[in-house]
Structures are given as structure tokens and as C-alpha cells.
């Protein structure tokens, strides 16, 4: 069974700083997506990672796969306000059409 | 956006009554999902559906039914609602499995008393 495991799960930060979220999960895929939520709203794709060392960068987050690892990061840079929400990775169950989600990181920007 | 409607958004109902909750899709895509999220769990699939009345299992299925008689409609059935399907549902929608980024709904959210 796939599992797949976010840390740290409560992440509160000051603007300006930089921190990771990071990606693990228990099998080989190389496929890899990341999902941010705000407050009782839907969820609104990211980042789509499909092979080992893609790197995509939008604004302030830059997200990248190690599928050695087994590991992807969302890398958040300085920090703003608007940058607070739930993140969720998600990683392609190999095969078997479905996605399976972290259990989310949820990111409060302190001002 | 991409068009996807669900129906009920908000739904309060009473254990051991059926309930049906419905995603509508505009964009011709061939992939359904419904997720259900609750704290602590992140998302967890329910069933998905990769074609007309084709239909499978995810990991949380038990309690739950799913249709697929045209390619807009994906129906999510509760045959008898228990306290511990209280949870927001989600609709997700794919286009091509090669890519695998998934569109998402706005959620319904079911209470069960």
C-alpha cells in the first residue's frame, strides 16, 4: 500500500523567512503533484513533477522530486501573507489511475 | 476554472437515510474521483471512474456506491448514512492519465445526526 507522508503537518513562519515542506512516500513513482488549499475552498493544483529532478518554480515556491529518494519539497522563499494555506502532495499510486494524497501541511504566515 | 459542479454543496441529514451526491463535469475529461477529506487524513479516495460505467475501488469504498452513465455525471451514493461518513466530499476530474493533474470541485459538505 502507498503511503505517502508530509512534514511538518503545522508550519507557522514569519514573512520574509524561507522554509521546506517535505515529500515522502513508500514506493517507486516518478510522478508527483503538489495541491494548495485555502479555508473551506477547493483544491488548486500547484506544481506537476514527472521524473526524477524536475524542479518547477512559480513566484515564491519552488517544488522538486528526487525519485531515488522518494522524496519531493515544496521550498517556500521570503515569505508573505498570502502565502497561508494547506498544502498537499500527491503521488501517482503506479498504474492504477488514482492518486494518493499527504495528509497536509498546513502553513500560517505570521505578519 | 475547469466546470465542475457538485450538488449538494451542504447536505444535514439523519442516520440510516440514503444519500446521492452529484458531480457534473463540462470538460469531457474520461477520469472521475470522489475524495472525502477529514482532519488528519488528508484526502482519501472513495471510488473513481475511468469511463462510462466503468467504476473501481479506492481505499475508504466501504458504505458507499458509485454511477457513471454518461461522461458529465459521476453519482456518489451513501445507501444508508452513518455518522462516521460526516465528511466534505470531493469531485476530481482528469483528462489524461499521462499527466495525472487533477481538477478538483468545490465540495460538498455532509453532516450525518
Known amino acids: 500500500e502507498l503511503k505517502v507522508e508530509q512534514n511538518p503537518l503545522f508550519l507557522s513562519m514569519q514573512e520574509g523567512k524561507n522554509y521546506t515542506i517535505y515529500c515522502n512516500y513508500s514506493?517507486?513513482?516518478?510522478?508527483l503533484y503538489w495541491y494548495r488549499q485555502d479555508p473551506g475552498k477547493s483544491l488548486e493544483s500547484l506544481f506537476v513533477?514527472?521524473?526524477?529532478?524536475a524542479v518547477k518554480q512559480e513566484g515564491r515556491l519552488m517544488a522538486s522530486l528526487d525519485t531515488k529518494a522518494r522524496l519531493s519539497t515544496l521550498h517556500i522563499t521570503a515569505a508573505v501573507h498570502d502565502l497561508s494555506a494547506t498544502y498537499f502532495c500527491?503521488?501517482?499510486?503506479?498504474?492504477?489511475?488514482?492518486?494518493?494524497f499527504g495528509t497536509g501541511t498546513r502553513l500560517t504566515i505570521i505578519p | 476554472d475547469a466546470g465542475i459542479t457538485q450538488s449538494p454543496r451542504h447536505k444535514v441529514t439523519e442516520t440510516g437515510t440514503p444519500v446521492t451526491l452529484r458531480c457534473h463535469q463540462t470538460?469531457?475529461?474520461?477520469?472521475m474521483y470522489w475524495y472525502r477529506q477529514d482532519p488528519g487524513h488528508g484526502l482519501r479516495l472513495i471510488h473513481y471512474?475511468?469511463?462510462?460505467?466503468?467504476?473501481d475501488k479506492g481505499e475508504v469504498s466501504d458504505g458507499y456506491s458509485v454511477s457513471r452513465s454518461k461522461t458529465e455525471d459521476f453519482l456518489l451514493t451513501l445507501e444508508s448514512a452513518t455518522s462516521s461518513q460526516t465528511s466534505v466530499y470531493f469531485c476530481?476530474?482528469?483528462?489524461?492519465?499521462?499527466?495525472?493533474?487533477?481538477?478538483f470541485g468545490e465540495g460538498s459538505r455532509l453532516t450525518v445526526l
Open positions: 476530481a476530474i482528469s483528462e489524461s492519465w499521462n499527466t495525472g493533474e487533477l481538477f
Open positions: 514506493t517507486t513513482s516518478d510522478r
Open positions: 471512474s475511468y469511463g462510462v460505467k466503468d467504476t
Open positions: 513533477l514527472l521524473s526524477n529532478g
Open positions: 500527491a503521488v501517482d499510486d503506479f498504474g492504477n489511475e488514482k492518486l494518493t
Open positions: 470538460e469531457n475529461h474520461r477520469y
